[in-house]
């Protein structure tokens, strides 16, 4: 072969391989845009050094016809962030769980994700706080960032 032709196949592959990783991270941004995060559960509730750690238990459910399957650090739930049922940010999680494989119509259980809340954040709501802990399914409220292919989501 020429220089030509192996720069023309070059040219070609590199072509084809950022239209393919495109349409890949095209494809997952719908998916992304459309996956829902649940609080499942709280436990473990300790107090300590004016912060209160809890293990939450998140459901990842995916309502599309496509199944979530990316192998390993392309999609990964880079932060969870809490905030009481008014709208107050009181909390982080920052698990970097990655691997993850959420079936199409289907849910996938994640537990003991660490969380932290910061008692000077909640100052005076710590009642509203008390109130998400016995009941988070109802009373926690989540935004989740979330990378895939090196992308970032809120979702």
Do not use: C, W
């Amino acid at each position: 072969m020429n220089i030509k032709t192996i720069l023309g196949v070059a040219a070609v592959t590199a072509v084809g391989s950022t239209l393919f990783g495109s349409n890949k991270i095209s494809k997952y941004r719908s998916l992304m845009e459309n996956l829902e995060f649940e609080v499942k559960g709280a436990r473990n509730i300790k107090l300590k050094n004016g912060i209160v750690s809890v293990d939450v238990d998140l459901a990842v459910i995916n309502p599309t016809s496509i199944a979530i399957d990316i192998p390993g650090n392309n999609l990964v739930i880079k932060k969870i962030h809490l905030f009481s049922p008014s709208g107050q940010r009181i909390g982080i999680a920052e698990p970097n769980i990655s691997d993850i494989n959420v079936p199409a119509n289907g849910t996938r259980k994640i537990t003991n994700i660490p969380a932290k809340i910061s008692l000077v954040t909640i100052g005076n709501n710590f009642s509203e706080v008390l109130n998400i802990m016995s009941n988070p399914k109802e009373n926690l409220v989540i935004e989740t960032e979330v990378s895939v292919f090196g992308k970032s989501f809120t979702v």
